[in-house]
């Protein structure tokens, strides 16, 4: 631990993400960060995270520097971690890529991963990430790259394609539902064990123990009824907080009985990824999955600054805590030595052999000092694997559409989405791709 650590964060206006990142890095007691370094193109937030930042340094007592540019060529020399948060395009076109897809029938809750608006959001920010990668080439080559951005998959295995860099994909998707489960079977997350593997979005509990013994039958006995169903879901810590009582997780019980494991993303998310759950305005009601919870989150982040503004004008010191998040858990086990076990998103390369070596997956990942090793998982069973499958195909044309910039790529990307082929026919989907890439024809200048 004798070299300079410096972490920094690009995107670092994405407020409670920057700020979870920073809290764990400093409340490590067996680590200290030299440099905090924060980009953002929003000078406003910029200047309140790195004000909220220099706060928490003094809280904590560490030396740690803090710097914060606009130009992130400025601050990535020297840098040992980059983690990567930003999005690229407005709250509003979202919404009318959104509202755009609902005159379709492709009705989406999230939408941030596959599906009409997921390819877009992709493609909006791949260049400014490849951007990124290639900077780091030039100024920190040895750094690690860590991104959080949506769509995970397919932008981490088009970087793979494009850049030297050490590209590794994080989400909080495995270790968050772990914890709904343990709510769910009423017990600390401590007493749960897994082992779980697929794609981002879509990994699978293959092992799920309870203090050492199978709890797929406890799980079974709460999927057996809607209505233990929907009163265990008060449980989950997450999304039962934000939502009250509109919240179910009946779409990934379901999933689970009939193909035989648990998946690692909320019911929003899944019922996205398959075909079985959002066929007209009456089954999204059934399943509780309505709620376009993140389309609010994007609108109301002006208010969330306010309150961070609030806090720093006060004598009051910040709340802090240990975070669930793996990107500080993965810099503390390779600054120590302290192993620890993460799944993140890799290009495959063989780590599941029945999915094509030509994607990116999400595997246990063991962390020390020699860097970050993927484990080789073998087979997925056939049934959550052909689910996969249905997935990495898009995952793979979103990644051809960005690195080729050809067109027909992203009308591939869209035919072959799940949910769209479900409720369109190949010319509506042809339509519905047309006036997505008028909308987003500003991203789209060098698409031919």
Not at 1 to 24: D, L, P
Not at 102 to 109: E, F, K, L, N, P
Not at 198 to 217: R, T, V
Request: hydrophobic share 40%.
């Amino acid at each position: 631990m004798n070299k300079y650590t410096k972490v920094t964060i690009i995107g670092a206006g994405s407020i409670i993400f920057s700020r979870q990142m920073m809290e764990s890095l400093l409340l490590f007691d067996d680590i200290v960060i030299d440099e905090l370094a924060l980009v953002d193109l929003d000078v406003r937030k910029l200047n309140v995270m790195e004000h909220v930042a220099k706060k928490m340094v003094s809280q904590v007592g560490k030396p740690t520097k803090v710097t914060a540019c606009a130009d992130r060529r400025a601050v990535l020399p020297g840098s040992s971690y980059v983690i990567n948060s930003i999005g690229v395009g407005s709250p509003e076109l979202y919404e009318q890529e959104l509202l755009t897809a609902d005159r379709y029938g492709v009705v989406q809750s999230v939408g941030d991963i596959i599906g009409p608006t997921g390819i877009f959001r992709m493609l909006r920010a791949y260049p400014a990430m490849l951007g990124i990668c290639k900077d780091m080439e030039e100024l920190c080559p040895n750094a690690f790259f860590f991104n959080y951005t949506n769509p995970m998959a397919p932008l981490t295995l088009a970087l793979s394609k494009q850049t030297c860099i050490k590209v590794f994909g994080f989400c909080h998707s495995v270790q968050g539902t772990a914890m709904e489960l343990a709510g769910y079977l009423g017990v600390e997350s401590s007493r749960l064990s897994y082992w779980a593997a697929g794609i981002n979005h879509m990994a699978w509990y293959l092992d799920l123990k309870l203090d050492g013994e199978d709890a797929y039958p406890r799980l079974r006995e709460i999927a057996a009824s809607r209505k233990t169903i929907d009163e265990r879901s008060q449980f989950d810590g997450a999304y039962s907080l934000m939502l009250k009582e509109e919240f179910s997780d009946a779409v990934r019980f379901e999933i689970m009985k009939h193909f035989g494991y648990y998946v690692s993303e909320s019911p929003f998310h899944m019922s996205e990824y398959v075909p079985y759950f959002r066929k007209t305005p009456q089954m999204i009601e059934e399943w509780n999955v309505a709620r376009r919870w993140w389309l609010e989150s994007e609108k109301s982040r002006d208010t969330v600054i306010g309150h961070l503004e609030a806090q720093l004008s006060s004598d009051k010191p910040i709340p802090m805590k240990i975070t669930p998040e793996y990107a500080p858990e993965v810099i503390r086990a390779h600054l120590t030595g302290n192993i620890f076990r993460a799944n993140l998103n890799v290009h495959n390369n063989g780590l599941i052999t029945n999915l094509p070596d030509d994607c990116c997956v999400e595997v246990p990942c063991f962390v020390d000092t020699e860097g970050v090793h993927p484990c080789k998982v073998g087979d997925l069973p056939a049934g959550v694997a052909g689910l996969n499958l249905s997935n990495v195909a898009v995952h793979q044309a979103m990644a051809q559409a960005a690195i080729t910039k050809e067109k027909r790529y992203i009308y591939e990307a869209i035919k072959l989405d799940p949910l769209t082929a479900a409720q369109c026919t190949l010319e509506q989907t042809q339509s519905l791709a047309n006036e997505l890439i008028r909308l987003n024809q500003d991203y789209l200048q060098d698409f031919h």
